[in-house]
């Protein structure tokens, strides 16, 4: 397995990371402090571990880890239990379903790709609360969440690669 | 990158199997966290309570970067809002003095009508360590928990009108669900008139408003104060100003938790704390070492004397017996010396 790392990571270790990189965003992003004045919402980092290594690597961010990093998210941001978990779930089933697509996009298009993505989570995310508060909530939140969170997918993205070129890419067509 | 040039890995098994099982689960974690929030509860104020110190470190300098760039749009109207803000505040004084002459005046009324006092309240003042905005989701976190006797429940004010309520309390942090909040619900009153609604939060500035009665017309400035219904809220807190957005009511809020540092946690239920009552070293007479001109000796059979703690250095007051024989002394010293009466004539 080092071999496969060419580092000295442990497998466990090593596969590990992707979802390490999502609790690492979720506590980031939930991190109750607004840098904004409360002007925009916080940005759903945690989704981008989840769609990034979904598409290159999915055997390292399956759908249970989806659900957890979602669960982890409803949790430290102090909602009502599921929304997040459900919504990364049904993204995590998109993104699952149309991965030869998604995985097709370069440059702009991968951008794309994941606002299609993100857009998926928001509308679920929106449709959820709408259920269980049996009202419906104000949309535009939602895709101001989405548009911080597309934005934010530029340096995010970067960061991604650098860490699965780093720690992981050595052996991501070994399976 | 997520693009084509990776080869992507397929993991083994029946991966749709897998992803069906996390969808049931995920939707029955959804059905728990509403039946079952208790469990989840806990685990947040574990984690407020945990990186309570770190948030606290981070206030002070994030708050003042959220303060800056929140605040940008306003550099160019300091000005005329400085004018503004010196009328009202005159404005302020005029009406701070006609509060508290008709404080005074409905405490002599109370004790005329011999009325139920209105429950006096007692507070904690907090820090604001935390906000927590998502689109479903307007929440503060405050430095002040169990430890200082905060209670879920407990209204939460700034010093213009109330923020919220306190939801979830761990040992040193407390969670606010702000009226803006979607789930926000409080009973308000809209005055004159006394009219009762529920202010309803929808994650926008401006919560809804709901009339319990039908037919009701509101006025666009008509105040909203809590209206006390249900025995959780005090009754009379301000909340905001009556608008109209084109196709309902709804309230403008008067505090502004985007804003608010300090705030102070009311308690409905909780007596307000008193002042020590003073001993009598601490009073001044005693506390000065003033004696009496004149001593009047006490009359009443049933009446017990306590001793008074005096203080080191002063003198004790005179005793009966010292008493008789400093009048005794005087009656000698009068017979050679003339009285004051006397010697004006």
New interface residues.
Partial sequence: MNDRLGFSFSGSLGSAIPFLCGVLAAIIANVPISFLGGLVPSPLLAFMPVYFWCLVRPDLMPAPAALALGALDDLLSGGAMGIWALSFVVSYTLIDRERDAFAGLSGLGAIIGFGAAMLVTEVTAFLVVAATHATFPPAGPFLLQAVTTILLYFPGLSLLNLVHHRFIGALRSDF | ????????????GS?QL??AI??V??????????AQ?TL?DR??TY??DA?APM?EA??GP?NA???W???MGQIFVVYSENQKLKEENAKLRQWQNAALVLEQRLKRYQLLLNAVQDPTLSSVTAHV?????????D???LDAGKNQGVKPGESVVDDRGMIGRIY?VGQHTA?VVLLTD??SRIPVAVEPGHIQAILSG???TAPGLETSRPGVVLKIGQQIVTSGDGGLLPAGLPVGTVTWNGSEFRAALLAD???ADDVRILDLRQAPEQPPTPAAGDLPVVAGGIQPLVQTPNTSPNAQVKPLQLPAGVAPPLSQQQMEQAKAAAKAGAATAPTPAEDDH
Avoid at chain 2, 25 to 34: K, N
């Fill in positions: 990158m997520a693009n084509g040039t990776w080869k992507i890995a397929r993991g083994k991966p897998s992803i996390v969808a689960l995920a939707a029955v974690l959804v059905v728990l966290g509403r929030s989840f685990a947040r984690f407020s990186t948030l981070a206030r994030v970067i959220g303060h760039v929140g605040g360590i935390g906000r927590a905005n998502r689109p479903f989701l929440t503060m976190i979830l969670w979607l789930s929808d994650n926008t938790a985007t804003e």
